[in-house]
């Protein structure tokens, strides 16, 4: 089976598992070598990787002819984001669900303002794959922001009694000091935003490019795509370090 048509950027060939499989075993090597503690999780994430797209595949074909089978899939999505951010955050089986409020208040304003002024469709080929994009983002921007800012707080737990005895409030005393950890966090965002058209190609950009779009046309759906994300992760790090400060998170090695 031999695919090399110019409309797609990958040539599926009898190679191409065989590749796939030499790139999972030498990540999950290296990884091993270097000491990085990852070497098995490089190849259980490429796997279900392979697993979960085959079922997606499959399941997108049929979800985006129903309307409600849209809203039920961009709920499931929503939820392993919460689950996979609150767990990543906490470290913990408990107080991971307040993952999904920081998650929800960075996709859904942001994805009313692309709708509501008709610039994308709300139809399920459209609208899934924003609200993948999104969602994506945000998780990985609450996680960031959610386990530097817990950290920081239980590393530097002095500091924060220090500011309580000079009259400071819990909330406060707390936001001093693991906001500026946690602002990191929209650092990769930024920085993929800089550096588009320079550094890489993302994927809005080629697979638009791909499907028969101009240049200018795939420039402009990249370019909604990376400041939509900026917005919604700016959002959900603003409520997650607001959620930490609060104490609703509570980490393995101690608590916000």
């Known amino acids: 089976m031999s695919s090399s048509s110019s409309s797609s950027l990958i040539s599926v060939t009898a190679l191409l598992p065989v590749a796939v499989v030499v790139l999972a075993a ?27 797209l085959g079922v997606v595949s499959v399941v997108i074909t049929w979800v985006v002819a129903y309307s409600m ?4 899939f961009i709920l499931l999505m929503f939820g392993v984001a919460t689950f996979t951010a609150g767990r990543r955050v906490t470290g913990t089986r408990t107080g991971w669900w ?28 459209v609208i899934i794959p924003i609200a993948g994009i999104l969602l994506g983002g945000c998780l990985t921007a609450t996680a960031l922001a959610g386990r530097r800012a817990v ?55 080629v697979g638009v ?31 997650t370090v607001e959620l930490v400060a609060r104490g609703r998170f509570t980490a393995s090695g101690g608590s916000a």
């Open 151 to 205: 950290e920081e707080l239980f590393q530097r737990r002095g500091e924060v009694e220090a500011a309580l005895s000079l009259g400071f409030l819990p909330r406060d005393a707390a936001m001093e000091i693991c906001r500026p950890a946690a602002a990191g966090a929209l650092v990769p965002a930024l920085d993929q935003t800089r550096t588009v058209g320079l550094v890489t190609l993302p994927g809005a950009f």
């Open 209 to 239: 490019l791909l499907g028969g779009a101009s240049p200018i046309e795939a420039g402009i759906v990249q370019l909604v795509v990376l400041v939509a994300l900026l917005a919604a992760e700016a959002i959900a790090i603003v409520v």
């Open 98 to 125: 307040w993952a999904g409020l920081p998650i929800a208040a960075g996709t859904v304003p942001v994805l009313a303002v692309l709708t509501g002024t008709r610039v994308i469709s709300v139809t399920g080929i």
């Open 69 to 72: 089978a849209v809203v039920g």
């Open 26 to 52: 030498l990540g999950a090597l290296v990884a091993w070598l270097g000491r990085l503690g990852h070497g098995r999780g490089v190849v259980t994430a490429c796997l279900r990787a392979a697993l979960q």
